[in-house]
């Protein structure tokens, strides 16, 4: 603009075409050790966040400290007003998950999106009644969903398709292909003293910090036919999931105690395999083979970086191993009770 120009600037009336929200609460979380920032205009969504985001607590001097700047959360409630809450409820609508270069786009139904700048690691967005009234798809979503891709694109983050439990200090991270059995699994060893780390979402720190695996444990969803192996399920009710199959949602905390741990150092890497016949066993996987049997789900239109494959080749360094299991999961957790303990001895003779 020329110098001694003047432009008067037009607005738009409230709720116009263009309208900006906002926020009049805030909350600092710490999902994977990270500092995220939560801002929205509606306490309900922070009392959904603290009982998901609200359980990881600050990281503690040995497992370092932030040097980046905050995650950036902001979520508004929006009210189409046009349809009843009932007939979009009826319609169960599944997210939507689209991405270009380093921005995300997720949607569900006509008004609940939120875009996303991976590499800046902030998102905003409006949720609607229908979604925010449905606990679940609105957590798995909006919040724990958004904070892992957030994580592990714009903070060095691991993603790993796979389950982990941990007991006596040692970590098992469970790799498998869908219908592998490895929530069914997971839930088997909570029943008989382990903790979970994750159901199926795994983050690993990526070197040169300290690696650690982290999860978000505090549920584990499974197919409603699990209650022949756990009877005490008959009751529940199954709930649809973001992928349109429906499962019982178990919260652990309120059946078990001491049921879940957010973080644990890293472990054995298990490549689950069911078998038809003969007896479970494990079988050590080469190098070579368990990377090429190691599965990366890398959807971003980001570079795949150096440090995140270096973080993949230490944790398959620690030695894998190939789970054949036949029979029932109580069967299973029996073999990796001895493997376990076996793991434990081997640590001991080391250190004398």
Request: aromatic share 10%; net charge negative; proline share 8%.
């Amino acid at each position: 603009m020329r110098q001694g120009m003047l432009r008067k600037l037009r607005g738009l009336p409230p709720n116009g075409m263009l309208e900006e929200t906002e926020p009049t609460y805030e909350r600092l979380y710490w999902p994977m050790g990270e500092p995220l920032l939560l801002q929205t205009s509606d306490p309900v969504f922070l009392e959904m966040a603290e009982q998901s985001l609200g359980r990881f607590r600050p990281p503690e001097p040995q497992h370092g400290t932030p040097s980046h700047s905050l995650l950036l959360l902001r979520l508004f409630p929006h009210d189409l007003g046009a349809e009843s809450l009932a007939s979009r409820q009826a319609d169960h609508p599944r997210p939507i998950f689209r991405t270009q270069r380093h921005l995300l786009y997720v949607s569900i139904g006509a008004g609940s999106t939120v875009v996303a700048d991976l590499e800046r690691g902030e998102a905003f967005g409006f949720i609607a009644p229908e979604v925010a009234h449905d606990a679940p798809l609105f957590r798995t979503t909006f919040l724990e969903g958004l904070s892992l891709i957030l994580l592990t694109t714009a903070r060095q983050f691991i993603p790993l398709h796979a389950a982990a439990v941990v007991k006596g200090g040692v970590s098992l991270i469970l790799h498998g292909r869908a219908g592998t059995g490895k929530s069914t699994l997971a839930y088997a060893c909570v029943r008989r003293g382990y903790q979970l780390l994750s159901e199926d979402g795994l983050l690993v720190k990526a070197p040169p910090e300290p690696m650690r695996l982290w999860g978000i444990p505090w549920w584990i969803h499974l197919l409603p036919d699990a209650t022949r192996f756990f009877p005490e399920l008959a009751n529940e009710r199954p709930k649809l999931q973001i992928n349109g199959e429906w499962k019982f949602e178990i919260e652990l905390e309120s059946r078990f105690l001491h049921a879940t741990t957010n973080g644990a150092a890293p472990g054995q890497v298990l490549f689950l395999e069911r078998c038809a016949s003969g007896v479970t066993r494990f079988e050590p996987l080469p190098l070579t083979k368990a990377s090429d049997a190691f599965e990366i789900v890398w959807p971003w239109g980001l570079d795949w970086t150096a440090s995140r494959e270096e973080g993949v080749q230490r944790l398959l360094e620690r030695r894998a191993y190939r789970f054949l299991m036949s029979g029932p999961p109580d069967e299973a957790v029996d073999a990796l009770d001895e493997f376990v303990t076996q793991l434990g001895n081997q640590s001991q003779a080391e250190h004398t």
